[in-house]
């Protein structure tokens, strides 16, 4: 059984430059899919952050005294939170208002927390609650 010459083994050029383009295609399909992984992931961390201030900041007004929360907008915050250091060119306020007109040692409280994200885009967190004097 001899060979002939055409049936020799091996990749002609063609084939070679196929392989070699399907195999780009997917190794720069890989490392796209790895940017956006990073880019969603250091979003996560960010409202994560963004959360973690809210939460502190609410549970700290909770704590102290009905008298001792002081009605007004555009306040800072009185909690310590670290998070906000995760943060770029973050603003945090609070606002809160008296609602005893309607309801008797009420105060209603909204904290927002504005951050610059990803690609220089503007992101807003926000909460709001009520606080009752507590009996």
């Given amino acids: ?12 050029l063609i084939e070679a430059t196929a392989m ?9 399909g890989a490392i ?10 250091r979003a996560l961390q960010e409202y994560g952050a963004a959360d973690e201030v809210l939460q502190n900041e609410i549970e700290t007004l909770r704590a102290l005294p009905f008298e001792a929360i002081a009605v007004g907008s555009g306040q800072p915050l009185r909690s310590a939170t670290p ?10 306020t609070v606002d809160i208002v008296d609602q005893s007109a309607e309801t008797p040692g009420l105060k209603q409280v ?22 009752a004097r507590k009996r």
Avoid: D, P, Y
Avoid at 32 to 41: L, N, R, Y
Avoid at 83 to 92: F, G, I, P, S, W
Avoid at 110 to 131: D, P
């Fill in 32 to 41: 796209q899919m790895h940017i956006v992984a990073i880019e969603k992931t």
């Fill in 83 to 92: 998070a906000l250091e995760r943060l770029m060119r973050v603003q945090a």
């Fill in 20 to 28: 070699l383009f399907v195999l780009t295609f997917g190794v720069m």
């Fill in 110 to 131: 909204c904290v927002k927390v504005r951050w610059i994200g990803e690609h220089g885009r503007s992101i807003e967190r926000s909460v709001e609650t009520l606080i």
């Fill in 1 to 12: 059984m001899s060979k002939r010459w055409n049936e020799t083994r091996g990749f002609t």
